[in-house]
């Protein structure tokens, strides 16, 4: 945890920051996150220093109970951490600043908790599959179900450790080879 120095609350958002924090919330919807999550994450993303519950709250203008359990799930997401502020017993949250970090976070944890279970929830409906001798094309489907689902898997595990820059130089260098030759 860090420690830093007092600063005044924060209330206002300035234009940009607003569009971004509601388009994020918006995406969030999408993406099948709760939209206060996904603003509160965007708020702190964008904040030039950590904010308590408080700040994040008169900012964006929800519950307080909506922000706590908001802050619960990015925590439980490994996506924001609790600063300490000198003189201030209260939580202030950070959340990383690097795209490529967060973005491996999202893609560890969705991992844990849809990619893995699925896997394995797959692997036994081949077993019972086979030994209720279902049709041949039920059991081709979900084997094959479960074969890109183990890709997935191991696609996570060739990435998860390369430095982001490294990812980002190489997926840049991917897409200029493409639109170079084509494909």
Request: aromatic share 6%; glycine share 6%; net charge neutral.
């Amino acid at each position: 945890m860090t420690t830093i120095a007092a600063q005044p609350p924060l209330t206002e958002m300035s234009p940009v920051v607003q569009r971004f924090v509601l388009h994020w919330g918006e995406m969030g919807t999408r993406w099948g996150i709760n939209r206060t999550v996904a603003q509160v994450h965007a708020l702190l993303y964008l904040s030039e220093r950590p904010l308590n519950a408080d700040d994040i709250t008169g900012t964006l203008g929800v519950a307080r109970s909506n922000v706590s359990t908001s802050l619960k799930e990015l925590v439980g997401w490994d996506l924001i951490r609790t600063v300490h502020i000198l003189s201030d017993r209260r939580d202030h949250f950070d959340t990383l600043h690097d795209p490529w970090e967060l973005f491996r976070r999202v893609l560890a944890e969705r991992r844990r908790r849809e990619l893995d279970p699925t896997t394995a929830e797959l692997a036994a409906c081949a077993v019972q599959a086979e030994a209720e001798g279902a049709s041949p094309e039920v059991r081709e489907r979900i084997v094959r179900m479960h074969q890109f689902f183990k890709a997935m898997g191991a696609a996570h595990d060739a990435v998860k450790d390369v430095p982001p820059m490294l990812l980002a130089k190489t997926l840049s260098a991917g897409a200029a080879f493409r639109k170079l030759f084509g494909g």
